[in-house]
């Protein structure tokens, strides 16, 4: 019976394994209605809150509009998302030209909701292809053509590994930087480090299980924005999937579990997917900058080519010495008349970008 968590579709744009985007749609997160389209690309339904990637100027405004309270209901609105919350870039099948895709995406998807959102399409990455980059701005300009409002996206952090050791890496930070981070990775001389393979018969402990996922929701419940909750289903098809490259460091005090941290390994790249921690005693033992010189020195020890660290937290990762590259959200909105308000106000739903552009300059 053939495995329905690996999808057998070629994708453009995907720096994941078909098989976390099967685990996706075999579980996936809380209130999500996922799904496959018969040319092979995932999307989703799920009521989505419009003031949650607003500028915050802007939320404080909407915010003290009369009456919000009353109507701030009919902000949430039952939206398509065309992608997944577990990949880096929307995976869009290799065998459907672009403007097919397009023309499936405006006339087939988008009609069953009033907003669908085809969310993180790569603009020329680093991570990519030619190939894979050339499709994805052949999809982003057809899309534009058609009346999709085409928006700045998040910032993705990644490493390049051009270097040999920690030492050459922070000498390129400033001084400051370096001395706060070598003052944290004192810590690390408390913990032991252990790295297992995701199938480790280890994972087959259910009472370890609950825990490690417990350790994930600490980290949901004390982020600012909850869209996604993963389940603790999706978690243990992960933890026990043998064949899919997956790394599990764990951080160790004595005999105390302080957090973990889940990468995979896909080709010349180190994927950063999850971590759990332990509070507060992963933040008096700095687990979040620890854990990023591990993960550098595991990619640097097997000659990996890049660590790509994901979409949180941009401003720490910059300090840390990382590397950006941008994406596109493409909105379509189903009533014409909000959708050119759309467009009047799509600056207030960017930002990244432009942080991204004061950085480097």
């Known amino acids: 019976m053939p495995d329905s968590s690996r999808p057998q579709v070629a994708y453009a744009c995907s720096l994941e394994a078909q098989s976390l985007i099967g685990r996706f749609l075999q579980h ?3 209130g999500f ?13 799920t009521p989505f809150d419009l003031l949650t990637t607003a ?6 405004r909407v915010r003290g509009w009369p009456g919000y309270r009353f109507w701030n209901r009919w902000l949430r609105i039952d939206s398509c998302f065309v992608g997944t919350t577990v990949s880096e870039y929307s995976p869009l099948p290799q065998g459907v030209a672009p403007e097919d895709l397009a023309q499936w995406l405006q006339h087939e998807c988008a009609p069953q909701r009033k907003l669908t959102i085809v969310k993180d399409v790569p603009c020329n990455s680093p991570l990519l292809s030619e190939a894979d980059n050339r499709y994805a701005q052949a999809l982003i300009d057809d899309c534009a053509r058609r009346g999709f409002i085409s928006l700045e996206g998040q910032a993705l952090a990644y490493v390049p590994i051009n270097f040999t050791t920690i030492d050459e890496y922070l000498a390129r930070l400033s001084h400051s930087r370096r001395r706060n981070i070598r003052r944290k990775l004192r810590s690390r001389e408390a913990l032991r480090v252990e790295i297992l393979d995701t ?13 490690l996922y417990g350790l994930y929701r600490a980290v949901y419940d004390q982020s600012e924005i909850h869209f996604d909750l993963l389940t603790p289903e999706f978690f243990s098809s992960l933890l026990r999937d043998a ?19 889940l990468c995979y390994v896909e ?3 180190l994927l950063d997917k999850y971590i759990g921690l332990n509070y507060p005693q992963a933040l008096e ?16 020890a097997n000659g990996l080519k890049f660590y790509v660290a994901g979409w949180t937290d941009p401003q720490v990762k910059a300090s840390l010495g990382a590397d950006f590259t941008l994406t596109r959200h493409l909105v379509w909105i189903r009533n ?7 467009k009047r106000l799509r600056h207030h739903f960017e930002g990244e970008g432009q942080w991204h552009q004061e950085k480097t300059e």
């Open 28 to 30: 996936p997160p809380v």
């Open 33 to 45: 209605d996922a799904r496959l389209s018969d040319q092979g690309l995932p999307y989703f339904f």
């Open 55 to 60: 500028d915050d100027a802007f939320v404080k």
């Open 199 to 211: 199938g480790d018969a280890r994972f087959n402990d259910e009472a370890w299980l609950a825990h």
């Open 243 to 261: 064949d899919s490259n997956g790394r599990v460091f764990c951080y160790w005090h004595c005999d105390e579990l302080i957090g973990y941290n």
């Open 267 to 269: 080709g010349d790249k």
């Open 285 to 300: 033992f700095n687990l979040y900058f620890v854990s990023w010189f591990v993960n550098l020195e595991y990619a640097v």
């Open 336 to 342: 014409p008349l909000l959708r050119t308000l759309g």
